[in-house]
């Protein structure tokens, strides 16, 4: 049985998802782990985001620790489970995005696969995003194809939506081309507004949101950016959406109550991606939710009512882990990789074609 691991560290920078998955016909989930992301390497990270002082050999090290942090996982995932490296056909790694600017040609994603396939002894294939780039995608969001080999439906119009730092929707109709573009913020001004007033990394099941009011003036504020009235293919990241994008908005704004500008951070995440889906797929029977939003109780409890009409719930109720899909979905990007198959879809990127992604580094 072919085996592939993933390796998936997103926007959020809370840590490294490590997913070991059976490629046949179907992809099953057979083994999962998570190391949390280190303070001092986060912190090196969300730095590299944007210019700095000394960036190429900053970059060089902290790309060098999130290798040895992900190697490190992967051979403990191995030996709780009796696999050895020969075991496995190949790593699929995501590496960390740092910068991420298709309208200028370019995504940058570190994660030095050479020194992790000398650290695990196993192949690895890596830096997915940039041929789809090269061929004048957005490189983003890749997860649309393996969303419709794991949840396609031959009657029912489902969306699958991943929220991690990010929101992307992927729209999966049947007897259609799956269609998928990011739609905005997911976490990542909740995460940074939260850190900014409490020193939390994250808002908890959305509890602190919970206890505020959104405030209608920042909202249609924030909602006015205008990459939430352009239509896809389009993809974001922390060069447009940060805190200083949020506290610009707030500066022109009276003070508001902290957790009344939480409670509208969630709302403009809910909204964003509601108004996307609506205007993209005039039909939805079924909004699968993976990824860290699938846990903050106060975006579900919206999502499900500004969409009355459709079945919102969490991918677990379906079979699949919200935790692990996009790790599962680059373990199958490093399958299709070494079968020669394109991981990319046209109707998503705005590629100019079919494209086999992924550089390979034998091991």
């Known amino acids: 049985m072919p085996l592939y691991l993933g390796v998936m560290s997103g926007t959020s920078l809370d840590g490294l998802d490590i997913a070991l998955i059976e490629q046949e016909q179907h992809t099953r989930l057979l083994a999962t782990l ?14 590299l985001c944007a210019s700095g002082a000394d960036e190429l050999a900053r970059a060089a090290m902290a790309e060098q620790q999130w290798v040895e942090l992900a190697a490190a996982a992967i051979n403990e995932l191995l030996q709780q489970h009796n696999l050895t490296p020969q075991q496995i056909r190949a790593i699929g790694s995501h590496g960390q995005t740092v910068r991420h600017e298709p309208a200028r040609g370019f995504t940058i994603q570190i994660g030095n696969p050479a020194l992790l396939a000398e650290l695990t002894g196993i192949g690895v294939v890596a830096d997915f995003r940039r041929r789809d780039v090269a061929a004048g995608g957005q490189g983003a969001p890749l997860v649309p194809a393996f969303h419709q080999a794991l949840f396609g439906d031959s009657e029912r119009h489902i969306a699958a939506l991943n929220v991690g730092g990010f929101s992307n929707l992927s729209l999966l ?4 081309d799956v269609l998928g573009f990011d739609s905005g913020p997911g976490n990542v001004l909740l995460d940074a507004w939260i850190q900014h007033c409490q020193g939390l990394a ?3 099941d959305g509890a602190w949101a919970a206890s505020g009011r959104v405030q209608p003036e920042l909202l249609n504020r ?5 990459f939430f009235a352009a239509q896809g293919p ?7 959406f940060n805190l200083a994008w949020l506290l610009g908005h707030l500066q022109t704004l009276p003070p508001l109550a902290a957790e009344d500008v939480q409670a509208t951070l969630v709302e403009l ?7 996307a889906l609506r205007s993209a797929q005039g039909r939805t029977d079924v909004l699968l939710v993976c990824g860290g939003g699938a846990h903050n109780a106060c975006l579900m409890r919206r999502l499900s009512e500004l969409l009355a009409d459709t079945e919102v719930s969490s991918s677990a109720e379906h079979g699949v882990d919200p935790d ?5 979905a680059f373990a199958w990007l490093a399958h299709c990789a070494l079968e020669g198959i394109p991981g990319n879809r046209p109707s998503v ?3 100019k074609g079919l494209r086999v992604l992924g550089a390979i580094y034998p091991a």
Not at 173 to 176: A, E, H, L
Not at 234 to 240: A, V
């Open 34 to 47: 998570y190391r949390p992301m280190p303070d001092r390497l986060r912190s090196d990270l969300l730095a």
């Open 173 to 176: 109709s049947p007897g259609q």
């Open 202 to 204: 994250y808002d908890r």
């Open 222 to 226: 924030l909602l006015s950016d205008p």
């Open 234 to 240: 389009k993809s974001t990241g922390r060069e447009l």
């Open 269 to 275: 995440t809910a909204r964003s991606i509601v108004g």
């Open 324 to 328: 692990w899909v996009e790790a599962m």
């Open 349 to 351: 990127t705005g590629a």
